[in-house]
């Protein structure tokens, strides 16, 4: 298969290793080779099987413009992009493009999501009251991270209404991400925590996410199929 890597930072790089490591063909571009998408012409995306996308908020949109606007696939791993969705699926869906999102490609942070929605489900209405702290790197834009938010908006689903639900995010370091949400009570607490050693888990599911939309057409959640994959 062959895929074009946008974005040539820490995860971007490892996700090119990852995917050539997989046995398939990895060209990468960085913002200097591809500047508000002008590179990601319907020529040069015929190349390729599909896109990866590891770059900015701000970047990543013109990136989408380009890719689903020329018919293409493309699965999005940045995040803090998602007030523009509605646009996106609707021009998949006008193009017959392919669109593959999420907060997360981790499949731990994946498990730790339905478990965060079946703690909603079963500790709300024994009075537990949430929170969540979320730490990541210091060159981490969105406060808080896609994660937070996603974890936050399963355990409403396992309630079934909106909760008051603060997220503290930390910034230090590198450090690779680390989620605690925790449900307190006037008897105990609760904490359920993801954290990544590395970055690896993310390059991976991102990669299994490609090779799973090369074949498909349509907007998917990753949270939605990656138990598919």
Not at 8 to 30: F, I, M, P, W, Y
Not at 49 to 54: C, H, K, N, S, T
Request: charged share 20%; aromatic share 6%; hydrophobic share 45%.
């Amino acid at each position: 298969m062959r895929i074009l890597v946008l974005g040539q930072g820490k995860t971007g790089k490892l996700v090119a290793e990852v995917a050539t490591e997989r046995g398939h063909s990895v060209r990468g571009l960085d913002v200097n080779d591809n500047a508000c998408g002008t590179a990601l012409t319907a020529a040069f995306l015929a190349d390729y099987d599909v896109a990866i996308d590891f770059t900015t908020p701000e970047a990543v949109v013109e990136n989408m413009r380009a890719v689903l606007g020329a018919g293409a696939k493309i699965v999005v791993g940045t995040t803090g992009w998602y007030a523009a969705l509605p646009e996106m699926l609707t021009l998949a869906k006008s193009k017959d493009a392919g669109l593959l999102y999420g907060t997360n490609y981790s499949i731990g942070v994946q498990v730790t999501m339905k478990l965060a929605q079946q703690m909603g489900a079963a500790l709300d209405a024994a009075g537990y009251k949430f929170s969540m702290v979320e730490t990541h790197h210091v060159t981490k834009l969105d406060k808080p991270s896609g994660t937070a938010i996603t974890l936050a908006e399963m355990v409403e689903r396992g309630a079934s209404h909106k909760l008051d639900l603060p997220i503290e995010s930390v910034r230090e370091g590198d450090a690779k991400g680390t989620h605690s949400l925790a449900a307190t009570s006037q008897a105990d607490r609760i904490v359920l925590t993801h954290e990544a050693f590395n970055r690896r888990g993310f390059a991976e599911g991102a990669v299994r996410a490609a090779e799973w939309l090369a074949s498909r057409t349509g907007s998917f959640d990753f949270r939605d199929v990656w138990e598919k994959l």
